[in-house]
Every structure is written in structure tokens, then in C-alpha cells.
């Protein structure tokens, strides 16, 4: 490799880095992504080149159809499928690995052989498993967790197979110097197709947001690997960047949501059988039938103790029923009238959180909401964007759609830095969202949510929910913020038109 090589490799490594630092902040965020991208197409053309390809007619078509479909994807996805595009973009990363290691497997050297080996398990591993992730996150397959007998048994048991496979290839060449690169190769596919498929179907879709961070950590990996394989340093380094930054956000949001890697992607272990003997000190037969029968006696005495009570309760009720009959109407029309509504809690607040979930993605309601605020804001209301970490379906989903409706991103809020405010703010205004502020998770042991990081959206004074309806949230866990009998305004069905309603009866 010649040493312009290196430091054209060296020079774009450091570009692609720039880019995502960039990407960080709202307003670089699309000139950094331009920069990474013209990084990358600048690697492409230069790993041709050096590589003495470029003049190969076939390569151009090639890359010409691969822009023609990318543009077309960035035109037609909606933001709403942006989870999906992503786990499949995941996938075809290490697809394309993979590709690389099969056609390296006969190297020159034992070390590209191994790697091309590895590339091609590690690269089938994110392929097949960022399939099934968008299959899920686009209701193609099953949502839910599906859990196989002894699946971490089998799980290790491929490890060890893809393992001993390597050692029966790499033996027979430090003796002989041959090997079956085949059957070693098939193997690897056979493997990674396995493993990941394996480690997918368990993850469901409340960890959804890890899952694809770790795919996305997984096609670094796959890609560096078969940099290695080939010789190519720019592929290794970019490669190198994406499986470290992946990693790294991965470990982000196990943190936001309270959970270890091996607890999402293993199944949960067997729980301990009680024994059920009885005890040396336990009740014959006998005993517990005339316990049995002293018990319904004194269910029957209770019984004729509240009829006589309730025969009491009628004829006193009798005597007042005219005069309580016109005071409770009195009461209720007097209580209508004063009873607040979700709109007249907004006309008076002054200062609100809003809570963005993954059913506003589902309505594209982020407009709407931008409206709210900047109508709460008119009335000199400050109005701030409470962001969990795992809202909707990918890390930044919900800052990426209200960026797309212009809102400032100072206004949001990570869950951090906004969890202490919500006891003490006017009102919050929930958007879709759900498992997300579900309190449950504080108590709700053995439920997919149990110790999670929620929002402290329960602490509000007044909150108002814009949902679809009231049925749990993607983890099933009911959600008892729902049937709090105060200071709660369910404003069920679409985000839209919801919002609307909000908007048009402030006063």
C-alpha cells in the first residue's frame, strides 16, 4: 500500500469523524452528514483507483444504480419508516461484508483468510438479524419477543462450532499449508445466519432502540473486518469508527433504560421452583372442612347483618329522597359548568412540557404541535420538549421530527435535565407517548419496562393526553397514569386532529 494511500485514508478517516461531531448539533447537522458522505464517495473512487479498477466499464453502472435507488429511498421514506430504512441500510452493510469476506476467503496469507472468514460470519450475523428487525419494526413479522427452548445454549453452542470451525481450518494449514476454504466458508454462513437470526427473533419492541444501535455497531465491525481481509485501510478505519460509535451509543441507552446488553439479548432465566410438599404442621382433612364450614356461617351471619343494614339505609333514604334528588342536580349543573377542560388548563398555564411519543410519529402530527407551542408561547407561556432516550423507534427519533417542524432545538429537553420539572409546571401535554412516562416501571417487577428511566410525567399537576386510545404500550404494560381521578384530560384519537381541538379552543 503506498503511502498516499495512507494519508488520503487518514485524511478522509478524519473528515468522516468531523462529520459526525457535526451531526451532533441541529444547525451542522446536514452539512456534517454531507461532509461524511462526500468522504466516503471520495474513499470509493480512491480505494478503485488504487486498487487498478477504475477503468473497469462494469463499476460505474454499478455505482450509478446505487445512487439512482439511494435517492430514490431518501425521496420516498417518510420519517415514519426511518427505523425500518435504517435496521435495513444496517443490514445491507454487513451483507456487503460478508460479500467481501467470500470473495477473500482463498488469500494469500493466513491472516486474510481468517478475516475473510470472520467478515463473512459477523457480516451474515447483521444482515440476517437487521432483516428481522425491520421486519418487526415494519409489522412484517411478529413484534413480540420470540423466546426458543434453550436458546442460549444453542446461541453458545454456535459460537463454540464457528470457533472449532476456524481451528479445523487454521490446523490443517500450519501443517499442510491446505485447507477446505469451501466448506470453512459455508460454515461461516451457515453460523452467522443462524446466530443471527437467533439473537434477533428475542429482542422485541421495547428494546428495539438498542437493537439497532448494536446492528449499526455490528456492520462496523463486519466492515473493518473485511478491511482487513482485503488490505484496505480506509475500509478498516471507517469501519473501526462506526462499530466504536455504535458501541458507544448502545451503551447509552441501556443506561437510559436501566438494562444490560446480556438481559435484552439472552432470554431471561428459569425462575426457581417452589416446593410444594406439605409441611409437617398442616391440617388433616378433617380440620380444614370444619374450618371450611364455620367460615361459610359466618359469611351467612354478614350477609343478614347487611340486609338488616340495607333495609335500614332504604327507609331512611326515603324520607330525604326529594330534597338530596334537588341538591345533586343542583351540585352537577353547578359542577359542569365549573369543571375544567384540556384547553381551558392551557389557556391559563404558563409554563408547559411537552411529551412527543412514538403515536405522534404514526400521525405526523409533529406540525400540529409545533402549532400548539408556538400559540401556548403567543400567550407568554414557556413551553419546553421533554426527549426520552428511547422514544419511538431509533436513538433521535423524535428530535429528528420536530426538527423537521423547525423547532428550536434548545427546546429540548433530555430526560435528565427536565425530570425534576414536571412536579412543578402548569401542565404537560403527552403526544403518542407511553411506555415512555408509564410508572409502572418503578414497581412493576417482571414487566418488560420494570426499572426503566421514565419521565416523571405523573408528577404534573394537570396532564393532558393526546393518544390513539388507552391500551398498553408497545412493552403491554398498563399504564395507571390513565385512571388517576384528578387533574388527568384523556383527548383520545389521532394526533391531528386532537391538537386541533387543543388549538382552536384556547382562549
Request: charged share 15%; aromatic share 4%; glycine share 10%.
Amino acid at each position: 500500500m503506498s503511502s498516499i494511500q495512507i494519508i488520503l485514508s487518514g485524511v478522509l478517516s478524519v473528515c468522516v469523524l468531523v462529520g459526525i461531531l457535526m451531526m451532533s448539533r441541529v444547525k451542522t447537522a446536514v452539512a456534517g452528514n454531507l461532509l461524511s458522505a462526500f468522504a466516503m464517495l471520495v474513499g470509493v473512487v480512491g480505494t478503485l483507483f488504487f486498487a487498478g479498477v477504475v477503468t473497469a466499464w462494469t463499476i460505474w453502472p454499478a455505482l450509478l444504480l446505487g445512487a439512482l435507488i439511494g435517492s430514490i429511498m431518501a425521496r420516498q421514506v417518510k420519517m415514519i419508516q426511518m427505523p425500518q430504512t435504517v435496521a435495513l441500510f444496517n443490514g445491507l452493510g454487513g451483507g456487503a461484508s460478508a460479500l467481501v469476506g467470500l470473495m477473500s476467503v482463498d488469500g494469500e496469507s493466513v491472516f486474510q483468510q481468517v478475516t475473510a472468514l470472520l467478515a463473512v460470519a459477523v457480516g451474515m450475523v447483521t444482515l440476517i438479524g437487521s432483516l428481522v428487525a425491520a421486519g418487526k419494526l415494519h409489522r412484517v413479522l411478529n413484534q413480540k419477543p420470540v423466546v426458543c427452548h434453550s436458546q442460549v445454549t444453542h446461541s453458545v453452542l454456535l459460537g463454540v462450532a464457528f470457533l472449532l470451525m476456524l481451528w479445523g481450518f487454521v490446523a490443517p494449514v500450519i501443517q499442510s499449508g491446505e485447507a477446505d476454504l469451501s466448506l470453512s466458508a459455508i460454515m461461516a454462513v451457515v453460523g452467522g445466519t443462524l446466530f443471527g437470526l437467533l439473537f434477533s427473533i428475542r429482542v422485541g419492541g421495547a428494546d428495539m432502540p438498542i437493537t439497532i444501535s448494536l446492528l449499526n455497531s455490528l456492520s462496523g465491525v463486519a466492515g473493518a473486518i473485511a478491511g482487513m481481509a482485503i488490505g484496505d485501510v480506509f475500509l478498516v478505519a471507517v469501519g473501526g469508527i462506526v462499530g466504536a460509535s455504535g458501541l458507544l451509543l448502545t451503551q447509552i441507552m441501556c443506561r437510559a433504560m436501566n438494562r444490560s446488553l446480556i438481559r435484552i439479548l439472552a432470554p431471561n432465566a428459569p425462575k426457581p421452583t417452589t416446593n410444594t410438599s406439605p409441611s409437617p404442621n398442616s391440617p388433616t382433612p378433617e380440620q380444614i372442612q370444619r374450618i371450611m364450614d364455620i367460615e361459610k356461617k359466618i359469611k351467612e351471619l354478614e350477609e343478614i347483618v347487611k340486609n338488616l343494614e340495607g333495609r335500614v339505609q332504604t327507609l331512611t333514604s326515603q324520607l330525604n329522597e326529594a330534597e338530596q334528588q334537588h341538591q345533586v342536580a343542583t351540585v352537577a349543573s353547578e359542577k359542569a359548568a365549573a369543571a375544567p377542560t384540556a384547553a381551558s388548563v392551557l389557556s391559563a398555564a404558563k409554563d408547559v412540557i411537552i411529551v412527543p411519543g412514538y403515536g405522534m410519529a404514526l400521525a405526523q402530527a409533529q406540525h400540529q404541535v409545533r402549532q400548539l407551542a408556538d400559540k401556548l408561547e403567543s400567550r407568554g407561556a414557556r413551553v419546553r420538549y421533554a426527549i426520552h432516550p428511547v422514544a419511538g423507534r431509533m436513538p433521535g427519533h423524535m428530535n429528528v421530527l420536530l426538527a423537521e417542524a423547525d423547532v428550536d432545538y434548545e427546546k429540548l429537553y433530555e430526560m435528565e435535565a427536565i425530570n425534576d420539572d414536571f412536579k412543578t409546571c402548569d401542565a404537560v401535554v403527552v403526544i403518542g407517548a407511553n411506555d415512555v412516562l408509564n410508572p409502572a416501571a418503578r414497581n412493576a417487577e417482571g414487566t418488560p419496562i420494570y426499572g426503566m428511566p421514565v419521565l416523571n410525567v405523573d408528577e404534573a399537576p394537570e396532564v393532558i393526553v393526546c393518544n390513539f386510545d388507552l391500551k398498553p404500550g408497545y412493552a403491554g404494560v398498563e399504564n395507571p397514569l390513565y385512571q388517576r381521578d384528578h387533574g388527568v384530560y384523556l383527548e383520545l384519537g389521532d394526533a391531528k386532529e386532537t391538537l386541533m381541538r387543543l388549538i382552536n379552543g384556547i382562549a
